[in-house]
């Protein structure tokens, strides 16, 4: 089992930034893929942004160049640096983690409870 724990949203006004962040406890954190999805309402949710635990890292196109995922395994942490942030940002955000054998962009087991990011215009 894994435990996950996102903390940092809030609202911001477009252009700005937000950095979220994931605390995770339980078995092997560092063994796993990592992941931030959104839902906006109304919408099914999707994939923002994927590290591996080998490291390598996985953009959707939607938020390449402005959203950044590091990892800090002696914390057992997984953060999501968003910057230039547009009202369409505007989400529930969720981190995850999953099987190293799964796709980064889809396959995961654990899940946070999700933490709100409002952009206004």
């Known amino acids: 089992q894994v435990q996950l724990v996102e903390s940092g949203g809030g609202l911001v006004q477009a252009g700005g930034s937000l950095r979220l962040s994931c605390a995770a406890s339980g078995r092997t954190f560092s063994s796993n893929n990592m992941g931030w999805f959104r839902q906006a309402p109304g919408k099914e949710r999707e994939f923002v942004t994927g590290?591996?635990?080998?490291?390598?890292?996985y953009y959707a196109g939607s938020v390449k160049g402005r959203f950044t995922i590091s990892r800090d395994i002696a914390k057992n942490m997984v953060y999501l640096q968003m910057n230039s942030l547009k009202p369409e940002d505007t989400a529930v955000y969720y981190c995850?983690?999953?099987?190293?054998?799964?796709?980064?962009?889809?396959?995961?087991?654990?899940w946070g409870q999700g933490t709100q990011v409002t952009v206004s215009s």
């Open positions: 590290i591996s635990w080998t490291g390598s890292t």
């Open positions: 995850a983690a999953g099987s190293p054998k799964g796709a980064v962009y889809s396959n995961y087991s654990y």
